[in-house]
T-cell receptor, first 114, second 109 residues
Framework: IAGITQAPTSQILAAGRRMTLRCTQDMRHNAMYWYRQDLGLGLRLIHYSNTAGTTGKGEVPDGYSVSRANTDDFPLTLASAVPSQTSVYFC?????????????FGPGTRLTVL | GQNIDQPTEMTATEGAIVQINCTYQTSGFNGLFWYQQHAGEAPTFLSYNVLDGLEEKGRFSSFLSRSKGYSYLLLKELQMKDSASYLCAVTDSNYQLIWGAGTKLIIKP
């Protein structure tokens, strides 16, 4: 692995179903992020983690949860999917969460909720 | 509230120069990033400015004026592969990135 991987690449999901999007990085970065990207809107932060064992809420956290059990993995869970959660989801990481926090992005997961 | 404004779309000719502007109003400022995003792909880092002035990197340059809440990305000698969206993002007082909606750049032969 080189960089950040996400799985699945795409998914069609029935409303009300539970879904976990996976994200793994091999750069030993401390900070990780989940964004959603919708047409005409900028990337919006869902949740973040500044270091393993800690998580925080971003701009649009409702309906999503995360965990950070170790440095490499940062899964995003939709407990009960709704159509408004149809979006492209990007996982990102950065070496640190402070002043200079260049973020590296995974390839994205395209999720459709019907 | 926090706000970052960029033009939605711009068109330019291959070989020409284009300037993409970004204005911001955020709670605090700890730097400004420009990212490139090709259709269907992830954003990739282009530049970072934290002090006023121009940063040059090959065909791409980025300028920042903190007093005006303004930045631009300058692309020279445009190539067809430069067709992409360009995202402006500001690190706020909580060290979170606030993103603009992006500028879609269309390059014509």
């Amino acid at each position: 692995i080189a960089g950040i991987t996400q799985a699945p690449t795409s998914q069609i999901l029935a409303a009300g179903r539970r879904m976990t999007l996976r994200c793994t990085q091999d750069m030993r970065h401390n900070a990780m992020y989940w964004y959603r990207q919708d047409l005409g809107l900028g990337l919006r932060l869902i949740h973040y983690s500044n270091t393993a064992g800690t998580t925080g809420k971003g701009e649009v956290p409702d309906g999503y949860s995360v965990s950070r059990a170790n440095t490499d993995d940062f899964p995003l869970t939709l407990a009960s999917a709704v159509p408004s959660q149809t979006s492209v989801y990007f996982c990102a990481s950065s070496a640190a969460s402070g002043y200079y926090n260049e973020q590296f992005f995974g390839p994205g997961t395209r999720l459709t909720v019907l | 509230g926090q706000n970052i404004d960029q033009p939605t779309e711009m068109t330019a000719t291959e070989g020409a120069i284009v300037q993409i502007n970004c204005t911001y109003q955020t709670s605090g400022f700890n730097g400004l990033f420009w990212y490139q995003q090709h259709a269907g792909e992830a954003p990739t880092f282009l530049s970072y400015n934290v002090l006023d002035g121009l940063e040059e990197k090959g065909r791409f340059s980025s300028f920042l004026s903190r007093s005006k809440g303004y930045s631009y990305l300058l692309l020279k000698e445009l190539q067809m592969k430069d067709s992409a969206s360009y995202l402006c993002a500001v690190t706020d007082s909580n060290y979170q990135l606030i993103w603009g909606a992006g500028t879609k750049l269309i390059i014509k032969p």
